[in-house]
């Protein structure tokens, strides 16, 4: 179940729960209160009784005040209502001319008068705010005043009951809400903590783990997604992204030593020619060169090396481009028929003065076409017979090429029969400034780039190059080009008919 469902179903439980629970806790809380109000006050008392005592009473005050003149400073008048008020544990104190008239004892002296005062000094204004209740004797008291007038005279009646059962009320309700919130604790927060901790907090301390080490450079490790939800496919997907990391820190590694490797290559390669080129320059100067016989030998070396540095920077030129994908390529579809028949004319006519056979095999119809950039493949094709043509150590030389159809496309391959290369350093050959042999040399002309850059440009057609050998019989090197509409359309023709 995904996080998100889950805290919608949480959040609709919570909703439900704690509004229904709420309002029987309310209603139960309620009825406790007033019930334990009741039972402070009334105490015997039922409440129809208590409510008759309470009307009958205002309506007394009320009459004795209009109608009884000096009733209201009767103490037998004042003795009844104080013993009426004893019934809700409660007390009457009249305050007339300075003077107290306590019926209720000698309990109550003069400092609980100063405090009752105090308490009711806005006895006149009508809205007045609660009063505070009167700590006296470790007990507690609330009042209220009413004012009454006698004779155009002020007589105030003070209504006073004890409260320290109602403080005990309050105590209880307070215990109420301290144990209703425990069990909303208990039985909703608690458990959504709980989802919360184990399908969101957890995994995302996990994830900062992860992104902790990363921050230190380890990428050696792995992050377990316990679950398949939404931080699940996070940590799943955090996993994919360290390893892809490592791969690009890898590859960049790998990068940074091949571009030193590249520079020690070039300086090598360069520094050869240029040193023996300097040499034979230098002799001619100093005269050892004497003859023409020699100079024009001296000036022929020097030529030769000249065209190898060209040959260099050319291929150098052009590995760059294609490794920095800054070579443009001009993609047509091609005969394959006419496109072999020119680029074998070019080939024989070039090591047939060298004595090295250059033979073909067709095994295509003369309708198939590929999609290719011809100078491109060309570049592709001579760079891989020049490469056989260095390691020939036979006295027949001979080169085979031949293309034939396959289903997913047109193959290429190019056969010698030279030395062969080693099976553990086969894999290898398509690396740039690779020389199997460890044949760092310069007298065939080698840069030790063309196996890499025609690499490059058949990956660059959409295309596959690979290389078998056998030591001492010979060297295949064959790569595959999509095929061309045209070839498709014979090829569905003839399905059809």
Not at 167 to 178: K, P, R, T, Y
Not at 342 to 347: A, G, M, P, Q, V
Not at 402 to 427: H, K, M, T, W
């Amino acid at each position: 179940m995904s996080i998100r469902v889950k805290l919608i179903l949480i959040y609709v439980i919570l909703v439900i729960f704690s509004a229904a629970f709420i309002a029987f806790a309310g209603m139960g809380m309620i009825a406790s209160f007033f019930a334990g109000i009741t039972d402070a006050i009334l105490e015997d008392i039922e409440v129809d009784e208590a409510i008759e005592i309470v009307i009958d009473l205002i309506a007394e005050l009320n009459v004795a005040e209009k109608s009884e003149e000096g009733a209201l400073l009767d103490p037998s008048f004042i003795k009844d209502v104080d013993k009426r008020l004893q019934k809700f544990d409660g007390h009457l104190f009249v305050f007339h001319e300075n003077q107290w008239i306590n019926v209720a004892g000698q309990e109550f002296t003069e400092p609980f008068f100063n405090q009752l005062e105090a308490h009711n000094i806005n006895v006149a204004k009508p809205h007045q705010p609660p009063n505070r209740g009167i700590e006296y004797h470790n007990k507690t008291y609330y009042s209220f005043a009413h004012e009454f007038n006698v004779q155009d005279k002020s007589v105030t009646y003070y209504f006073v009951i004890d409260g320290s059962d109602l403080d005990e009320v309050w105590g209880s309700l307070g215990n109420f809400i301290i144990k209703f919130m425990l069990v909303i604790l208990l039985i909703v927060i608690l458990p959504l903590a709980y989802v919360l901790s184990k399908d969101i907090i957890n995994p995302l301390k996990v994830l900062e783990t992860g992104a902790n080490k990363i921050r230190e450079g380890d990428l050696d490790f792995k992050l377990e997604a316990k679950s398949n939800n939404e931080i699940g496919k996070v940590i799943q997907s955090f996993n994919k992204m360290r390893v892809e990391l490592r791969k690009s820190l890898e590859k960049q590694l790998q990068y940074e030593e091949n571009r030193k490797e590249l520079i020690a290559s070039i300086s090598h390669d360069l520094k050869t020619p240029i040193t023996s080129i300097k040499g034979y320059v230098e002799g001619i100067k100093d005269g050892v060169a004497n003859d023409e016989e020699k100079l024009n030998k001296y000036l022929e070396v020097i030529y030769n090396k000249s065209l190898y540095m060209d040959r260099l920077i050319d291929d150098l030129f052009m590995f760059s481009k294609l490794d920095l994908d800054h070579l443009s390529f001009d993609m047509e579809e091609v005969n394959v028929t006419d496109y072999m028949n020119s680029c074998l004319n070019e080939l024989m006519l070039e090591y047939k003065q060298h004595g090295i056979e250059i033979d073909y095999k067709k095994q295509i119809a003369n309708h198939e076409t590929v999609w290719m950039d011809q100078q491109k493949i060309t570049r592709v094709i001579m760079n891989i017979v020049q490469n056989a043509v260095k390691f020939m150590d036979k006295e027949e030389q001979r080169v085979t090429i031949g293309v034939e159809a396959q289903a997913e496309g047109i193959s290429f391959y190019i056969r010698d029969n030279g030395s062969g290369i080693p099976q553990n350093q086969l894999s290898y050959i398509f690396e740039r400034f690779y020389r199997a042999d460890g044949a760092r040399n310069t007298k065939n002309g080698g840069s030790g780039l063309g196996l890499a850059i025609a690499k490059q440009i058949i990956e660059k057609h959409g295309g596959t190059i690979a290389a078998e050998s056998e030591l001492g019989v010979g060297t295949i090197v064959y790569f595959v080009l999509k095929k061309g509409k045209v070839a498709k359309t014979h090829e569905e023709d003839s399905i059809n008919n």
